[in-house]
């Protein structure tokens, strides 16, 4: 469901930001996409293991709208504002259940950058909607287009306590299989 949550948010106008498998997943599907490194000034680096770690990304994410002094940092920086965050977390439980799948397997399939942009998203979940689970896309879809690009308070607090359960049961599954 992601290439049609995409395709919503574009018609509403968003400016769609994205890492390189779904980037490019996106573009061929005619979806206008801005690699991250495009918004970083970095390549993606050391086998994909950075992407997303970077200022422009969590400052973006991070800065309270209403602070004037986090908006003239922002300013300083030219660092543009993140106003959704849309995850789906490296499939380690899957990886993990794989008969005989070998330990650096298992490890290169523990997501860093996407559960750090999904707390930065929850905790300022007041100006940002951070997104976890396909199941949500419809309904954020259709709030966004009846609310004309915007989401409820109420809508965007729920999301993060999804978002706060969601990387902590990634933890507590990393935690366990590695244990």
């Given at each position: ?39 970083t ?91 976890t689970?396909?199941a ?5 879809a ?8 915007e ?29």
């Open positions: 469901g992601l290439v049609d949550f995409a395709r919503e948010l574009s018609l509403l106008g968003v400016e769609l930001v994205s890492t390189g498998g779904t980037a490019r997943l996106l573009r061929e599907c005619s979806l206008a996409v801005k690699d991250v490194s495009e918004l000034g970095f390549p993606e680096m050391l086998d994909g293991r950075v992407k997303t770690l970077h200022p422009r990304v969590h400052a973006g994410i991070l800065h309270v709208r209403g602070n004037p002094a986090h908006r003239a940092t922002l300013a300083e920086h030219q660092i543009a504002p993140i106003d959704m965050v849309v995850v789906n977390l490296y499939e380690f439980e899957k990886t993990a259940a794989k008969p005989g799948v070998g330990f650096d397997e298992l490890i290169e399939n523990i997501d860093i950058g996407g559960p750090s942009m999904i707390r930065s998203a929850a905790k300022n979940f007041r100006d940002v909607a951070v997104v689970s396909p949500d896309y419809p309904a954020i259709r709030e966004l287009r009846e609310r004309k690009g989401l409820s308070a109420a809508t965007q607090f729920r999301l993060a306590q999804k978002a706060f359960a969601a990387t902590a049961a990634y933890d507590a599954a990393i935690a366990s299989t590695l244990e």
